[in-house]
């Protein structure tokens, strides 16, 4: 054993609970002159492992190792089981290998021609031999002997040196240069995947010079952490299977795996220089010489998994998801070892690598960016989801960066069908286009790249013959993925299979119209595809099946004769009647049949292809996401089947597909299992808040290999928490594929804005609580701040976060109203019973009332007659409190003086807060009460001729100009800002129209009471109400009448996709966590088709849980997301929530 | 500094009730001078007296508070100015204004309420020999408001 191959001990236990990249840099590496020669050594004799060599190899050995000879490899050493022989003697003294790791000596040796003029990257290692007419040795010779069979099934790769091959034998006779070797790999049973198609010779015991050779495998200790499957040894042999040394680790790493995966042949590598005589560790210089093999080609045998595995697996990477990577790591070192450059394709994309790779061979191609992502998932799975979460989130800045090359604006336009009735804008033309262009699958719309984007072509070179390149051979091209690993000899054509792209499309931009066009545009039906048609059977089959067990007759459904031509829109339940409106609108009458498939009595969908074959009516089917969804479950459930998914969509269109962002949900796993030739996902927001939020609709849209999860995570997601700038580009890449963006502020080719948008005009209304409402809050808030103290004292928040969220709720109720947080309360109970609704009264009740109250002095019951009498004409009468006209004159009965109800109000309040007897402040007469106050209401905006009815329900009580009221109304601040801002809009406008949007149904309640008693017409819009009182709230509050409308939306329900351009005002009552949800509220008013200037007004109570929202609103992360998501697994709050908690309760 | 009731001040300097004047201050606008002529046939006729009257926060659902600057001979108003009058107390009314308590308190002038002294030496004097007392108030009126 010689000494001066002492293995570092140090170096290889150390690292070996360490990542692989570890081990590499520092390991020896010794180089060796170079001398080509020809073979000579005699081919390999007949096994003849003698017993006492076996006992001299494993002199320490446990026994394991001795069925190994049994095995066709020449020499079966375990690596591991050699370690722990030498363990030992590990402390012996190592010259300088580590310290001084040589420059790399493997270098291109003989690349085609082709590639060096197309590839002028440095070479890696900076001492490259001459290459052309290099000799070789006898390979062909070789080949016919070890590889016959197989030999048509190899293409040739290239060859490189690998100059610090070491031996593992003593002694001469082995080989020498310009021997044929050959390149084996000792554990392929493990893998179960056969090396090659190589010789099966056994192990050939030389001379008895052989020692044992385990320092220097310990030397080059495999990378550590490895279990026991992956180590890398490499073991060179002669050609009579003895081996005589082995690759150094940072080559046998990668090349280990491509010989494992059955990827590559080396035949007819040769020994380029040896020492004559050998010693273990000795420098050897090999040439490697590649052939890819056949099966290469084929898709990995671990191929991405379906969606359905990674549902349970989210965030996890597989094992099969190791080994792709592995298996394209592998690749990429090959191929830079070879010098083989892409002579076309995702050649961008590999700037990483050719980085790394300019640094010297001497890399490990484990630390190549695939090995960092491996490690970081590790980290990154450790299961903490909201640390991930945070570092997902994307800024502002970065999805502009995303967008960026989304933003083309010289497209080709195209117009649609004349059976489309409406004109599109210049930019929905430019989006038919594109649309069309992507279905039929023409490539041309954008540009015409023709090849995926994510592959590069790769030219095989030329293979030497006898040392001479056959320059005028025709270059033949393979391709590889670069990100999967995956190899193939086909042309992989850009978008292929993919039919359909995601729209982003900002709110407001006519999104409906587009695809309506599209509809129209492209209309089917298609052909059948050969393998639709076997599925088709199938179907049958399992209808007949079901059929069997039910007693409805679904299906005489007969094989379709031709393909599918329906389109299938996908939208949240309040778009349902939109889109049916917005498609009918855009049609000529009769060319589109929609249908909302939505509530009980859906229709069975299986006759729709076979109806449409009679004319020529494009069938759209519309249905929401919750009935997809209950379908699906319906599906999942034994025996169950449901049409919607068996029919074979033309189309399938997720409306505001956002909505399936979550790929384990109910919903987005219903959309995955549709069938549809061509998939559009249609939102604003495509990327919510995570990049994760994109991987849903690549999955929708079956955009391979995106659309599997965990692809998706190692690729995207982890290299761009890991700050990896190539995770943006693959995005961009992504996206440009399958993306339109469209947005509001986008310009067209000629510089103007696509679209052009009346103005919006913002306004915060800051309001005071009245001292009854500022007492309320206060008690309330005071109680949720000790609360939350104790509680944040005790570190107890996170388990008690339901509770204070209950607590923060209670507190944004309190400024909206106090009856919102009383017991009492819904508001609707202060109403008296034995009133109408609105708390009218008549004039005739009210002298009655005066005659009851036995008004002695007959002067006082005149002054009351004349009142009411003139009640009518005294329109600017004034108020004895605030001399200013009474806008709100209330009279009080029964003196019949009259104040405005504010300061009477005010006055009341005064009094019993002193204790005094509520009382008139013109003639003190009292007790007055609250409720008894009459409130006259005067119509405002006197040319109005005529006050028509304000509802059904009030039909007889306005016939006067004037009308009365109990003052029987609790209102607060919010609700009076908001009438004031009413009746003022409608001085000016005596037939506007506004939307008042509330989170709290229940505040919509009050509100709705309020709008009341104000005689304004009013239309609510919340969740809690069907489809069809949906719809019609809002095609009532659309309808073209003379009088002013008001439509109360609850932000949830309505805050997205509806249409709302014929208001011009929007009221907001309270403010939500996120700025995004407003605005995409308000977007309902302000979008495509708004001819006015929009004004909106917030109503803020000062002082109060409000201002520290919109702090909250401004905290960064609360752009992108919900400040209040709530919790993880453990039911506990995540840091930012607590921060923002903190905002809530802070003393600030 | 906008006041509680819409044109108040300019409607009480644009058109002063008799014998009565009112005046902002220009840095306090809830401030005024004021001055009121002794009613004629009382003991305060011929004399200007000059008062003070501040609109708290909360007018008008609080009254004004007025005070007397000049020394006045009044059963109830005391040393200090202070002004006893129910309208100014607990029988303030929000319709009430600056000018109806001005008039009122000239009205106080004319009509002294011994039975509800604030003063109560003077309404003693007033109550024991009213002619007397009446002679008092004149001479304070000529010593300290007759300028």
Known sequence: MTQDFQPRGGLFFAGSDDEDDDANPTTAQIGVLVQPASHQLAPPSGPACSPHEKRLFFADSDDEDIPRFQTPRPIAIDSEFVMDGNDSESDLEIPSFEEVPRASSISSMSSGPSLRSSSPAPDPSGEEPPVKKRRLSPSSKVQARTGQASFNHLAYLGSFLVGNAWSTVRGKGYIKPGDTIRIERDDDFKFGLPVSGKGKKKALPDNGKKKQLTLGAMLKSQPPKMTKKADTVVRLTNDRGFEFGRLPQHVSSWVSRLLDFGIVDFKGSTVVDCPATLHSGADLIVSLSVYVRAPAFKPPSTSVEGPSKTMFNQGQETQDEQTLKERKSALLSLFEAVNLRPCRGAHAQDNGNTENGSGGINKNPMQHPGGAKKKKIEIVSDGEEVEVEEGEELSDNELDVIYKKRNDQSMAEMDPPNTFTLKLRGYQKQALMWMHTKESGEISAREAVSMHPLWSEYAFPAEPQDGIIDLTEDEKSFYFNPYSGELSLDFPKAERKLKGADLFISVGMGKTIMLSALIHTNRGPEPILPDDTSRDLARTRQLKLDNAFQSRALGQRKQPTKGPSATLVVAPTSLLSQWHEELQRSSAPGTLKVTVWHGQNRLELDGIEDDSMDDASIIVIITSYGVLASEHSKLLKAGGQSSIFQVEWLRVILDEAHHCKSRTSKTARAVYALRARRRWAVTGTPIVNKLDDLHSLLQFLGYTPWSSYSFFRSFITVPFLARDPKAIEIVQVILESVLLRREKNMRDNSGKRIVELPAKEVTVDTLHFTPAEQRIYDSIYNAAKRNFDQLNAKGLVGKNYTHILAMIMRLRRAVLHPDLVTDTGDGTETEPSGHSKDGAIDVDTLMNDISEHGLSSGSKAAYAESVLANLDMSNDAECPICLDVMQTPSIIPPCMHQCCKECIMSYLATCTDKGEMPRCPTCSHGPVKEQDLIEVLRPSGQDSPHQESTGDEKEGTSTSEVFLRRNDFKSSTKLDALVQNLRRLRDQDPYFRAVVFSQFTSFLSLISVALDRERLSWYRFDGSMDLKKRNAAISEFKQNERKPKVLIVSLKAGGVGLNLTSANHVFMMDCWWNAATENQAIDRVHRIGQEKTVYVKHFIVDHTIEGRILQIQKRKTAIVKEAFRGSDKSGKADPESLENLKVIFGDN | ?147
Not at chain 2, 38 to 63: A, I, N
Not at chain 2, 74 to 85: E, S
Not at chain 2, 99 to 117: C, E, G, K, Y
Request: aromatic residues 8%; negative net charge; charged residues 25%.
């Open chain 2, 1 to 147: 500094m906008a006041l509680p009731k819409a044109g108040e001040t300019e409607r009480l300097v644009a058109d002063p009730a008799p014998g009565i004047t009112a005046a902002p201050h220009e840095d306090n606008l809830r401030y005024f001078d004021v001055t009121i002529q002794g009613p004629d046939g009382s003991p305060f006729q011929q004399g200007v007296f000059h008062l003070e009257l501040f609109l708290p926060e909360e007018y008008p659902m609080s009254p004004p508070k007025v005070r007397f600057l000049t020394k006045i001979y009044h059963p109830n108003i005391d040393k200090l100015g202070r002004i006893c009058l129910d309208i100014l107390k607990d029988k303030w009314s929000p319709a009430l204004q600056i000018r109806t308590v001005l008039l009122s308190i000239q009205a106080l002038l004319s009509a002294p309420n011994p039975d509800d002294p604030l003063a109560t030496d003077v309404a003693k004097h007033y109550k024991e020999d009213e002619k007397d007392a009446q002679r008092v108030s004149r001479e304070w009126t000529e010593k300290y408001a007759s300028n």
